[in-house]
């Protein structure tokens, strides 16, 4: 009795073959598969139309003939770094506070008057010339004063 071998088998031992022994020819897979018990040539047909498609062997035609070979892998090119790969990298971005979460990167945007942020550029004009400012600029004494009240209580000091 013979051996019964399933496609999934066969396809495996032709792969094998041919990454061990590569770069070979759809002849000489064909002559030795005539050797083998499974071997008729719709079945042979079969499988190879799979080994076309098997993602390790590439194939190439030559002089009237097919040559079948391990296929080459490329080295990966390395990622790029991305904006947040970059940031949470300890040393690339300073830390925030935890308290308050005010960043240092901003300290210096809420000593500057915010008066462009609530005003047109003619109000601003206007407010300037009476050496006022908004209700909610930060240079404003009431808004100064609620400011340093939250810089005491997170920082316990005053801000310069």
Request: with cysteine; aromatic share 10%.
């Amino acid at each position: 009795m013979a051996i019964q071998f399933t496609k999934t088998q066969i396809v495996t031992a032709i792969v094998k073959y041919i990454i061990q022994h590569g770069p070979i020819t759809h002849t000489a897979i064909e002559t030795r598969a005539q050797s083998m018990s499974w071997y008729t040539m719709d079945r042979f047909d079969k499988v190879i139309e799979t080994i076309h498609r098997h993602p390790q062997i590439s194939s190439s035609v030559r002089d009237d003939d097919v040559y079948y070979k391990k296929k080459a892998t490329r080295a990966s090119k390395p990622k790029d770094v991305g904006y947040l790969d970059w940031k949470n990298r300890p040393g690339n971005y300073p830390e925030a506070d935890e308290m308050s979460g005010i960043h240092p990167v901003f300290e210096e945007g809420d000593k500057m008057c915010n008066c462009i942020h609530h005003l047109s550029r003619d109000e601003i004009l206007e407010y300037r010339k009476r050496k006022a400012h908004h209700r909610y600029c930060n240079k404003d004494p009431e808004r100064a004063k609620v400011i340093s009240n939250l810089y005491n209580k997170y920082y316990e000091s005053v801000p310069q």
